[in-house]
């Protein structure tokens, strides 16, 4: 079966810029995550989907963060405006019967 | 407030040797631990699991051990391979399934040489 599908890989901005990334989970999965991996760290949860509705962002900061779902099927992640702080590995999961299954992540780098 | 530690930031072992991966949680609450392997330029890969019920699991070359009493888990990778060589992260959820949030260390960068 199909992985978890991410675009771009990679991505370099200018701080308070604005940037967004997409994500396409595996066919019939009903969960959806995004997590922030900082360099030297482990993934951080920002958002938990259960279709299309919010299950947990209360790691999200949502003065600048935003994401939607709005079929149940893909989801975008916005960052606006961009802190050089936000620089690190976007990660989207999607969860199937018995593991999240991680897609490859988006590179974000704020100049 | 780091909840999962992982305290080395690598580790390298001999071909054929043992690796072994340790993991700290503060959380009394956390009831199901998990492993992750990640190479570079991928996303993480689930390896293998444990309920707060188990002490032990074991699935192939990989074995996990659970030490409730000390808030410890441990990775144990017999016989270790030069693909073995990636990130391993812990992770830890309440509840007691993996559908829940994922807390997870910081990652241990595991080396094995032929």
């Known amino acids: 079966e199909a992985g978890v599908a991410q675009s771009p890989r990679y991505k370099i901005i200018e701080k308070r810029q604005s940037v967004a990334f997409w994500c396409n989970p595996i066919?019939?999965?009903?969960?959806l995550y995004w997590y922030q991996q900082i360099l030297g760290q482990g993934p951080k949860l920002l958002i938990q989907f259960q279709n299309n509705g919010v299950v947990d962002d209360s790691q999200l900061p949502k003065d600048r963060f935003s994401a939607e779902r709005l079929k149940g099927v893909d989801s975008t992640l916005k960052i606006q405006p961009a802190k050089l702080e936000d620089s690190a590995v976007y990660l989207c999961a999607s969860l199937g019967l018995l593991e999240q299954y991680f897609g490859p992540g988006t590179r974000l780098t704020v100049t | 407030d780091q909840q999962v530690k992982q305290n080395s930031p690598s580790l390298s072992v001999q071909e054929g040797r043992i690796s072994i991966l340790n993991c700290d949680y503060t959380?009394?609450?956390?009831?199901?631990f998990l492993w992750y392997k990640k190479y570079p330029a991928e996303g993480p890969t689930f390896l293998i699991s444990?309920?707060?019920?188990?002490d032990k699991n074991e699935d192939g070359r990989f074995t996990v051990f659970l030490n409730k009493s000390a808030k410890h888990l441990s990775l144990h990778i017999v016989p270790s391979q030069p693909g073995d060589s990636a990130v391993y992260f812990c992770?830890?959820?309440?509840?007691?399934?993996?559908?829940?949030?994922?807390?997870f260390g910081q990652g241990t960068t595991l080396q094995v040489k032929p």
């Open positions: 992770a830890a959820s309440v509840g007691s399934s993996n559908t829940g949030k994922l807390i």
């Open positions: 066919s019939g999965h009903a969960t």
């Open positions: 444990i309920s707060s019920i188990k």
């Open positions: 959380n009394s609450m956390f009831d199901y």
